[in-house]
């Protein structure tokens, strides 16, 4: 099958794989979880009949070579670029601010992991989690009318 059937965001998956990238690496260029990212190429490697990711981005590689792109023909300051090693380090580095945050966000108010495993709770788990994040919430809510209603009283 050819790659006019895949998705813009399986086939640029599929380009940065080409690159010797991998989902974690792709994630944050996407702003997606590694999670989506393989998702999408699972699907673009279904669809091309490929082995694996490597040979379906090689399959796209070699079909894109005899199209002539759009970019191409304008000036090369709009062109894509090969992305770097300091574009991967930034990309690491994105991902590992954001683990953190997840990290702290579950450490400070017993909040379910973002981005965890579907399913991964039973249901008494599930509405526990439910209950503190409702929880969380309230006290977010409360704590802004309160600060709303003192500046209210200091202005008036």
Known sequence: MGHAQLSDRQKRCLELVAQGMTSKEIAPL???????VDNYIAAAVAKMGASGRREA???LAEQQEGMVHPL???????APTRYTMDDRNQAGR?????STLKRALHHLFGLPPI?????????????????RIGFVAALLLIATIVIIQG???LLT
């Open 30 to 36: 996407l702003d997606v979880t590694p999670g989506v």
């Open 57 to 59: 981005a090689r399959m």
């Open 72 to 78: 191409h023909l304008q000036p090369e300051a709009i």
């Open 94 to 98: 994105i991902q590992d601010t954001r």
């Open 115 to 131: 981005g965890g495993r579907e399913n991964d709770l039973n249901a008494i788990d599930r509405l526990s989690a439910m209950a």
């Open 151 to 153: 500046v209210v009283l």
